[in-house]
């Protein structure tokens, strides 16, 4: 089977396959209602948090839109964090939107800067929401959400964060950190098929949501949060995702959600460790590269196309390129969710063979790590 | 197994269920362009059009969702034909994106007249669009979605056709009868698990998307539709419910869909057939009854959710109750998608006996018809 090691949609763990053969059940009978409350259960301890989570039919980006709309009325100025494609898009989507939209531009492969954030706060008051990337996946960059959201808070702001591939992978302290919103989908860390963003509210959000004049209907939190504590939905729900949304959960508890994160912690390291072995540069400044995706500069000589093409054709493995600016510039290799270091191992093997193949000269030391596995 | 004979989340049929193990693949490779090509020339076939076939991850709330906000701007005129709880739902979303909605009340259980619908139109001049749900589950009433398009065409304005409940039971020639917009969600006649939204588009409602201002980002039809002729997509899709629709649709083809109509007719005629024979009164009109979805009044001294209760815990059968203001009057019997007359037999058999249990009389031949099988 093809190696994927793009940084999402992930492999399925085998007790999340097997969960989708489950029968369709009434989305309004007493079986859902059990489904449901054991998510949403589930996900505020996986989360860190008391406040309400809530489950969409959606992708991340619906759960960007949901934040928007939600949370805002058009003309409220916003601050957007914007140090790569995800970046950019959760901006867009505000602007589509008509909000006021500030932006803090951070260098590609760099965090963003905890004062910078606070000097913008200042410069621009009236900021009502920060919009920051958690882990900025098309960089391999983890910003520093804990100081971030301190910073917000200090401006009175809602920090809203886009965690779509650091939620179940990344250290997350919803409450402990003070983050008013965190957004995911199902198909990054969480070991899930696409289908369904996840959306977790504090308190602050709340008010705000109270306060907000944007038009919405489907995403709209409150018909979502009326019928959750009621044990049903507002609308139907992606009842397979939902399957395999319980057995991935019921996996990473059983795993331990420290242990996962100490997991990708030592799969970031591995991962760096060997890109550097074959004598690649890695994008992402070092002090905040990301545990669950590594950015790496394609070497001068190789097209990352061609590398990609190979790597696939001649390995079947799948690693990603880069995104917006960095396309051509970058590859992108995945290691979250369902993810050990054997695939990982593989997979590296594979690219130091594939850059061979096409000329790039693999230190020494590289071909014999893989030789000797 | 529990005999689910609700309309919609439908059974699914073990091709559909098969498809649903295979692995997760980039939503923006090489498979996922031949899966999104096929799915999206299969939609266009079974839609009887040649125009652009869209799928969004979402419901079919949010096919409705998005048809008002690509197609209009606030305050735009709209006329809403509401017979049931969808028609109540799909005016509700116009309003809540600030549209002026005149609505044609049409008494819960009769299908709306065509020529109601010319007065309503030459009354309110200047309707850009009617909403219309073909097939009103809440109900069990089918409408003349042809004369009503042709109507609307008339007054030129769209035509915006909720076809949850119809799109591949029931007749529907999008082109031939000028249908402008054709809305669906995957849980229904197309036999798969909810978590994707299907929205067929014709040329004046391109027309109209092009001058439509209501802000949209994750439902964009431009962004969609320019992704998807890349052979791409604008969001994440949700990849194992698209397999899922892929095997659906081949089983739907290689049924023929004219045969799948003929079947949902001579399903329908049966279970009408078997109602009337238990002594229940139909609710809907029998000139207007729908072959996806029968409606029988809950006959006095019979409490509807005992009923219903006693159905699932007795026999395993669960069918459904009345919504909105018909909450408590009338059970609904689903039968559409993966459904065949030996299901639906076992279903009234247990109703039969169901409501022999609580009291009622049921009819010597009912009984004798049921001990029979």
């Given at each position: 089977?093809?190696?994927?090691?793009?940084?999402?949609?992930?492999?399925?763990?085998?007790?999340?396959?097997?969960?989708?053969?489950?029968?369709?059940?009434?989305?309004?009978?007493?079986?859902?209602?059990?489904?449901?409350?054991?998510?949403?259960?589930?996900?505020?301890?996986?989360?860190?948090?008391?406040?309400?989570?809530?489950?969409?039919?959606?992708?991340?980006?619906?759960?960007?839109?949901?934040?928007?709309?939600?949370?805002?009325?058009?003309?409220?100025?916003?601050?957007?964090?914007?140090?790569?494609?995800?970046?950019?898009?959760?901006?867009?989507?505000?602007?589509?939107?008509?909000?006021?939209?500030?932006?803090?531009?951070?260098?590609?492969?760099?965090?963003?800067?905890?004062?910078?954030?606070?000097?913008?706060?200042?410069?621009?008051?009236?900021?009502?929401?920060?919009?920051?990337?958690?882990?900025?996946?098309?960089?391999?960059?983890?910003?520093?959400?804990?100081?971030?959201?301190?910073?917000?808070?200090?401006?009175?702001?809602?920090?809203?964060?886009?965690?779509?591939?650091?939620?179940?992978?990344?250290?997350?302290?919803?409450?402990?950190?003070?983050?008013?919103?965190?957004?995911?989908?199902?198909?990054?860390?969480?070991?899930?098929?696409?289908?369904?963003?996840?959306?977790?509210?504090?308190?602050?959000?709340?008010?705000?949501?109270?306060?907000?004049?944007?038009?919405?209907?489907?995403?709209?939190?409150?018909?979502?949060?009326?019928?959750?504590?009621?044990?049903?939905?507002?609308?139907?729900?992606?009842?397979?995702?939902?399957?395999?949304?319980?057995?991935?959960?019921?996996?990473?508890?059983?795993?331990?959600?420290?242990?996962v994160w100490a997991r990708h912690a030592a799969l970031g390291e591995y991962v760096r460790g060997r890109v550097a072995g074959l004598g690649l540069t890695l994008f992402a400044d070092p002090a905040h590269a990301s545990n669950?995706?590594?950015?790496?500069?394609?070497?001068?000589?190789?097209?990352?196309?061609?590398?990609?093409?190979?790597?696939?054709?001649?390995?079947?493995?799948?690693?990603?390129?880069?995104?917006?600016?960095?396309?051509?510039?970058?590859?992108?290799?995945?290691?979250?969710?369902?993810?050990?270091?054997?695939?990982?191992?593989?997979?590296?093997?594979?690219?130091?063979?594939?850059?061979?193949?096409?000329?790039?000269?693999?230190?020494?030391?590289?071909?014999?790590?893989?030789?000797?596995?």
């Open positions: 089977m093809t190696n994927l090691r793009i940084p999402g949609p992930t492999p399925l763990p085998p007790s999340v396959l097997a969960a989708m053969q489950e029968p369709m059940i009434p989305h309004r009978g007493p079986e859902a209602k059990e489904l449901f409350a054991e998510l949403r259960a589930a996900l505020a301890r996986l989360h860190r948090t008391t406040g309400d989570v809530l489950i969409f039919p959606g992708s991340g980006t619906g759960a960007l839109e949901a934040s928007i709309v939600n949370l805002f009325s058009a003309g409220d100025r916003v601050l957007a964090i914007v140090g790569g494609a995800f970046g950019e898009r959760y901006a867009k989507i505000a602007r589509a939107f008509g909000l006021d939209v500030v932006e803090l531009p951070v260098e590609w492969g760099r965090a963003a800067d905890p004062a910078a954030v606070r000097a913008a706060l200042a410069a621009h008051p009236g900021v009502r929401g920060v919009l920051l990337t958690h882990n900025e996946t098309s960089t391999g960059v983890t910003n520093d959400l804990q100081a971030i959201a301190a910073a917000a808070r200090e401006h009175d702001a809602l920090l809203l964060c886009d965690a779509v591939s650091s939620a179940g992978a990344l250290p997350l302290e919803m409450d402990a950190w003070g983050v008013d919103v965190v957004l995911s989908g199902t198909q990054k860390a969480w070991m899930c098929p696409p289908g369904a963003a996840i959306i977790a509210l504090g308190e602050r959000a709340w008010d705000a949501h109270a306060r907000a004049a944007l038009p919405r209907f489907f995403w709209d939190f409150t018909q979502a949060r009326d019928a959750a504590r009621a044990g049903s939905v507002h609308v139907t729900p992606p009842l397979t995702t939902l399957y395999a949304l319980r057995a991935a959960l019921r996996d990473i508890e059983a795993e331990g959600l420290e242990h669950s995706v590594t950015t790496a500069v394609v070497p001068e000589g190789i097209e990352a196309k061609a590398l990609l093409d190979h790597l696939r054709e001649r390995y079947d493995v799948v690693i990603a390129g880069g995104q917006g600016k960095l396309a051509g510039r970058i590859i992108r290799i995945g290691h979250l969710g369902y993810v050990h270091e054997p695939e990982l191992a593989a997979a590296l093997d594979a690219l130091g063979a594939a850059l061979g193949d096409l000329g790039y000269a693999v230190p020494a030391g590289a071909r014999q790590a893989a030789a000797a596995r």
